[in-house]
C-alpha cells in the first residue's frame, strides 16, 4: 500500500528558510526516532519498528520514505522470496545524528523536570493575577 509523502516545500520557500524547510521532514515525531533506532547499524523493517515501540507500520512506512526522500536513509532490497528489505544511514543521515544525539541525550536527562514542570503549570486564563 503507497502513503502519500507529505508536501514538499517550495524552492523560493525552501531557499528563504532552509531550517525550516529541514525541520519540517526531521521535527516530527518518529524522524528522530528512526534516526537514532538505525544509529547501531542497517535494521529490517520489523527488527527498526520494534527498536522504535510504539510506532504504528503505517507511520514507521511513511516516516522511512520521508527520510529516503530526503536522503537521510538508504532502502535496500533484496531479489529473495519475501523480498528482503534493509534499511540504513546514508553519510547525511550520519552526520545529522552526530548533531541529534546531544539532543536526545539531554531529553533523557531533563524528562522528569518536563514533566513535573506540566503537571504544576497553571494557563494564565486560568490565573486571575495574570
Known amino acids: 500500500m503507497k502513503f502519500p509523502l ?3 516545500q517550495t ?15 526531521i ?3 518518529w524522524s528522530l526516532l528512526t534516526l537514532a533506532a ?3 547499524g542497517t535494521l529490517r523493517f ?10 504504528s507500520a503505517r507511520m514507521l512506512a511513511q516516516t522511512l520514505r ?19 528489505v534493509e ?20 531529553a533523557g536527562k531533563n524528562h522528569p523536570r518536563i514533566r513535573k514542570a506540566r503537571k504544576t503549570y497553571v494557563p494564565p486564563a486560568a490565573n486571575p493575577a495574570l
Open 38 to 40: 538505525l544509529s547501531n
Open 66 to 84: 520521508v527520510l529516503e526522500r530526503d536522503g537521510y536513509v538508504l532502502r535496500q532490497v533484496y531479489p529473495t522470496i519475501p523480498p528482503k
Open 46 to 55: 520489523t527488527r527498526l519498528k520494534h527498536a522504535i515501540g510504539d510506532i
Open 11 to 25: 524552492d523560493a520557500h525552501a531557499e528563504r528558510c532552509p531550517v525550516r524547510d529541514v525541520l519540517d521532514c
Open 6 to 8: 507529505p508536501p514538499v
Open 27 to 29: 521535527g516530527d515525531r
Open 87 to 106: 534499511y540504513t544511514l546514508t553519510a547525511l543521515g550520519r552526520s545529522l545524528l552526530v548533531k541529534i544525539i546531544p539532543l536526545i541525550e539531554w
